[in-house]
Nanobody, 124 residues
Framework: QVQLVESGGGLVQAGGSLRLSCAAS????????MGWFRQSPGKDREFVAA????????YYAYSMKGRFTISRDRAENTVYLQMNSLKPEDTSVYYC?????????????????WGQGTQVTVSS
């Protein structure tokens, strides 16, 4: 069983930065991709970014590209999301996810494992 634990959320002013971490554990942890999603009340879960676990190839939602950077440390089984130039509309609960197979990376249904989420609040 894979467990994902996010950390690093909090309150930040507009224009500020945060770095989220997602620590993965599990005897057979070997994902194909790791991703970050976010969800605000009353809205669908939204793709943020994804990274290929082996090759390190990265994918971003258009609105986050250039502001957010996803990275991973395979030795530590950890994936990161560096968020810069944060805007109030980035306020959301951010979730880490892992998928076992190749294919689409921007759909929540493609991911098998999820963390509990971490709140990010950006004040204006």
């Amino acid at each position: 069983q894979v467990q994902l634990v996010e950390s690093g959320g909090g309150l930040v002013q507009a224009g500020g930065s945060l770095r989220l971490s997602c620590a993965a554990s599990g005897r057979t942890f070997s994902p194909n991709f790791m991703g970050w999603f976010r969800q605000s009340p009353g809205k669908d879960r939204e793709f943020v970014a994804a990274i290929s676990w082996s090759a390190g190839s990265t994918y971003y939602a258009y609105s986050m590209k250039g502001r957010f950077t996803i990275s991973r440390d395979r030795a530590e089984n950890t994936v990161y999301l560096q968020m810069n130039s944060l805007k109030p509309e980035d306020t959301s609960v951010y979730y880490c996810a892992a998928k076992r197979y190749s294919g689409i990376v921007d759909a929540p249904t493609a991911y098998s494992y999820w963390g509990q989420g971490t709140q990010v609040t950006v004040s204006s």
